[in-house]
């Protein structure tokens, strides 16, 4: 993963901005933190776990040192190209000796080294006060030198003394960061009325939360609700989660991808009596006696075996030279849900595998995806997608198309059916195929021919695997 440069070092103090580990990103949420300020680190170490709008991925440091500061929080989301944190790398000259004289300049001297997150702020200074304008006209005269008064005691003069009488000062503003500032104002809650509790008077997420629940409980304990009555606040009985990361990309893409390619759905009814006993033999082989083999596998396998037959399915639309591009790889994408949303990572050149090396990547893709440890590079690149609906007890159902891609499909629960098997009606297998295809390139006879060659296939695998190869 290219990592972006650090910022020119000044006084030995790298600065690391967020990079673009993806394609053309513009932002990612920080999950975590591994280093703390005063942690020594390594060029290559592991310093904090980002999710894009892509995948979870962790970022290494281009460089070595003292960690001085992170400049975000863990659940922030930051702009690439922001700073994120700042390391000593050893190579400054330290602070001023004692007694040397400063090198800043008057201005420089003005202004109090800024907190993080709020620039720069003028120091206090005192200003001498205006002289009164004589009164002017020609009745004006010297006005008599004042009689001579005894000695008082001198005392020391206070600045207020010193520069007389002027406005009240504003009271200072609690120090807080922007995502704890910004928490406050949800909460309705007033910073000033927070006692902090972090370093230097900084003022916590966890300091807000408290000062929250504090000014919350009072005003239930006055006014307790009635038991009979009928909750009417809709806000207390819902939940709000943030659509950002892997969801938000989704949701784009989907509504992208819904509204841009004109969809069409085909369905059909298949037997896979035979399918399902061809896994439970493959499963006491000892070349997948590491792998665990599901009837997935083999809709993949029945897939690529499909493709290979009509390649013109493994497509995509070039708008800008008005194009169809026919690939001659295919790089299976696997839908698969996570707990950060819905993922489409892919299986690079799976029409060249064999059975058991297809297994042993479906495995690890899969793994990867549920443990939010996809890369972008596995998100990339897709070329057509399967994905298992019956594992949620679904039947069938329209699946959108992938971005880029020209073709998806669905495949749902296995039930025991009523079908006519050799002329005599039996329990048998059965289960639904929905082919979701992009009528700008897949007319209806190629879009019915790939389905119908991938059901044949589920019928008969041995078959259609000694027929097609």
Not at 67 to 79: F, I, S
Not at 159 to 187: F, H, I, N
């Amino acid at each position: 993963m290219a990592i972006q440069k650090s910022e020119p070092s000044v006084g030995g103090v790298q600065s690391f901005r967020l990079p673009d580990v993806g394609e053309g990103l513009v932002e990612a949420e920080l999950l975590t933190w591994y280093v703390k300020p005063g942690d020594e680190i390594e060029v290559n170490q592991m310093i904090c776990e980002i999710e894009t709008a892509k995948a979870v991925v962790e970022l290494p440091s281009p460089f070595a040192g003292t960690v001085r500061e992170l400049l975000a929080e863990e659940g922030q989301t930051v702009e690439v190209g922001a700073v994120i944190i700042t390391v000593d790398d050893g190579t400054g000259g330290g602070s001023p000796a004692e007694g040397a004289p400063s090198e800043k300049a008057p201005a420089e001297e003005e202004r109090e080294k800024p907190l993080v997150g709020y620039g720069e702020r003028a120091a206090s200074t005192q200003r001498r006060p205006r002289r009164r304008p004589a009164p002017s006209g020609p009745a004006s005269a010297p006005a008599p030198e004042p009689e001579p008064k005894a000695a008082e005691p001198v005392r020391p003069s206070t600045p207020a003394e010193e520069t007389g009488p002027g406005p009240v000062p504003a009271p200072e503003r609690p120090l807080a960061k922007p995502p704890v500032r910004k928490l406050a104002r949800d909460l309705g809650v007033d910073l000033a009325s927070v006692t902090p509790t972090g370093e230097g008077g900084v003022v916590t997420r966890e300091d807000v939360r408290s000062a929250a629940e504090a000014a919350q409980a009072p005003a239930a304990q006055a006014a307790p609700e009635p038991e009979a009555a009928p909750r009417t606040d809709r806000a207390a009985r819902e939940r709000r989660i943030p659509v950002k990361g892997v969801r938000k990309h989704t949701a784009a893409a989907m509504v992208n991808s819904a509204f841009t390619a004109p969809h069409v759905t085909e369905f059909l009814q298949v037997d896979v009596t035979r399918t399902m006993k061809a896994v439970a033999r493959l499963r006491e082989r000892p070349d997948f006696a590491d792998v665990r083999v599901s009837p997935l596998l083999l809709v993949a396998k029945a897939l690529l075996m499909a493709v290979r037959r009509h390649p013109e399915i493994n497509a995509s639309w070039d708008g800008d030279n008005q194009e169809i591009v026919v690939k001659d790889y295919v790089n299976l994408g696997i839908a698969a849900a996570t707990e950060r949303g819905l993922v489409v990572p892919n299986i690079k050149d799976a029409d060249a595998m064999a059975l058991p090396e297809l297994s042993a990547a479906l495995k690890r893709l899969t793994e990867t995806a549920r443990e939010g440890k996809t890369s972008p590079a596995d998100m990339s690149g897709g070329t057509i997608t399967v994905t298992n609906v019956g594992v949620f007890g679904v039947d069938a159902g329209t699946p959108i198309i992938n971005p880029g891609e020209a073709a998806i499909l669905a495949f749902g629960q296995i039930r025991d059916m009523p079908w006519v098997h050799k002329g005599e009606l039996k329990i048998r297998k059965v289960t639904t195929l929905s082919l979701s295809f992009d009528h700008r390139l897949v007319d209806g006879e190629l879009g019915s021919k790939v389905l119908r060659d991938v059901g044949a296939a589920l019928e008969d695998p041995e078959l259609t695997a000694l027929a097609w190869g």
